[in-house]
């Protein structure tokens, strides 16, 4: 006998579901859809007010039967009607389409009294809300500086509201539009205020550079970095910045204060810091007319590398009921001395549910470090006997983890008298960090030598008498 496929094709013919009501947006992409159950698929013809619809320069009939109507207008609002067709019959099915329409944009926008000193009152006419209520009001602000750029600088949450203060930037010419919004969407852009009417007068910065944050690079150098302020900002002419960095320590250190004179720089490097030392900064902008405020104080270590090897070779050496002896190759990447190291994550698996699939270092798992980056070998102590355990390996700087070794399985033996911990095991030229139990594991051993010794001492008590 010989083995073949069975292929069984279901075929029916085409049964709608569901098909519309369709509410479709003015000045919008549409999307009627007609998807009835058929097999094989159905040929799709669409028709309104009696025609058929034909792929054109407003329509399109996509592969699975639906319409597409390219910037919808008030004439596409009727009755449509969508017929399918296969091998085994056909069907239609008639459905309503609506035609909604966002708001009005506001009207006849005038700043009411002079931007000299730095606020005005823009008031305006509301129109027509059409198929929703208003909700809001958005107001955009173009600048000398960037024209015919709009920048959202207001949402009026009033939408009843017909004037609105604003507070503006200094040393700028402005002009303002606005939308109105629904929940159908917002309008179409309002004309904007005259031009040359709204002129604003200099004054201190009040804004700070954004994204101040550190960075380590390889050079051995720390990059305090920020996003120089847009000219919109700077109040005045002259804008500048003063960075102040200083060394976190146990007692509060002086700021050292850098004055960074170009206003389009973005970032200062501290040279030569030392490795893994917490460092803290703050960042003002300042003008001709003054100094604005400072940003909140922001600290990052300097860390110039997160180790990229892994450990290689990882090798399971002497096993005990309580201990294992561990060995790897040395990741190349990491730093003689300071706080590089390895961190040895290992992790018990029931003998009942297998063997699980590898994957990143489960969060449960117990680990020790190794501090001494030249070590490549340690004993762990404090393991539980007869079980099953997973072990795997990572570099580590003060900056962070490098990737994981690939995991290694074990099983400690079972539990014996004789089984009490012995010194780690060293690289013969190098010393090598070692795992010890503590805490509650600790006070295991301490019970369990307790109870050996006790019964040594009973026995030899019997001996003697006999």
Not at 75 to 81: L, N
Not at 173 to 189: E, H, K, N
Not at 229 to 246: E, F, M, T
Request: charged content about 20%; glycine content about 6%; hydrophobic content about 35%.
């Amino acid at each position: 006998m010989t083995a073949c496929d069975v292929f069984i094709s279901v075929a029916m013919p085409p049964t709608f579901v569901e098909f519309g009501p369709f509410y479709l947006y003015k000045d919008r992409e549409a999307k009627l859809k007609c998807q009835p159950e058929a097999a094989p698929k159905p040929t799709v013809r669409w028709y309104k007010g009696g025609s058929e619809i034909k792929t054109g320069a407003r329509y399109l009939v996509e592969s699975d039967g639906t319409l597409v109507i390219f910037k919808v207008n008030k004439q596409d609002a009727g009755q449509y009607r969508c017929c399918v067709r296969n091998f085994l019959g056909d069907a239609s099915a008639n459905a309503s389409a609506y035609v909604l329409e966002v708001p009005y944009p506001p009207t006849n926008l005038k700043i009411t009294d002079t931007c000299d000193n730095r606020t005005t009152t823009l008031s305006w006419i509301t129109r027509a809300s059409n198929d929703a209520p208003i909700t809001h009001f958005l107001v955009e602000q173009e600048s000398n500086y960037e024209p015919n750029v709009f920048r959202l600088i207001f949402n009026v949450t009033n939408p009843n509201a017909t004037s609105i203060r604003l507070n503006l930037t200094g040393w700028a010419t402005l002009r303002f539009r606005m939308l109105a919004v629904t929940s159908l969407g917002s309008s179409r852009p309002s004309l904007p205020t005259e031009e040359g009417v709204c002129s604003t007068s200099v004054g201190a910065p009040e804004k700070f550079p954004d994204n101040l944050r550190g960075k380590s690079n390889k050079s051995e150098e720390l990059n305090i970095t920020w996003t120089p302020l847009p000219k919109i900002d700077w109040n005045a002419p002259g804008l500048h910045y003063r960075l102040q960095y200083r060394r976190v320590a146990d007692k509060p250190l002086a700021w050292e204060e850098q004055n960074i004179t170009d206003p389009t720089v973005g970032m200062f490097i501290v040279q030569e810091p030392s490795r893994c030392e917490l460092w803290e900064f703050r960042i003002c902008a300042a003008n001709d007319e003054g100094v604005g405020p400072f940003s909140a104080i922001e600290q990052s270590f300097f860390a110039p590398h997160i180790p990229k090897g892994k450990p290689e070779n990882v090798t399971v050496g002497k096993i005990t009921a309580q201990s294992v002896n561990v060995s790897w190759a040395r990741v190349a990447d990491l730093k003689e001395g300071g706080s590089d190291g390895y961190r040895i994550y290992y992790w018990s698996e029931s003998r009942l549910n297998g063997k699980r699939h590898r994957r990143d270092v489960p969060n449960y798992a117990s680990f020790t470090n190794v501090t001494e980056s030249t070590s490549h070998q340690i004993t762990v102590y404090g393991l539980n006997p007869d079980t099953n355990y997973n072990l795997a390996i990572k570099a580590f700087s003060c900056g962070g983890e490098g990737p994981a070794s690939v995991e290694v399985s074990f099983s400690t033996m079972r539990a014996v008298s004789t089984d009490r911990p012995s010194k780690t095991v060293t690289d013969s030229a190098t010393p090598a960090g070692s795992a010890t139990p503590t805490g509650s594991a600790t006070r295991q051993y301490q019970a369990f030598f307790s109870i050996v010794i006790a019964f040594g001492l009973s026995f030899g008590n019997i001996l003697h008498h006999f």
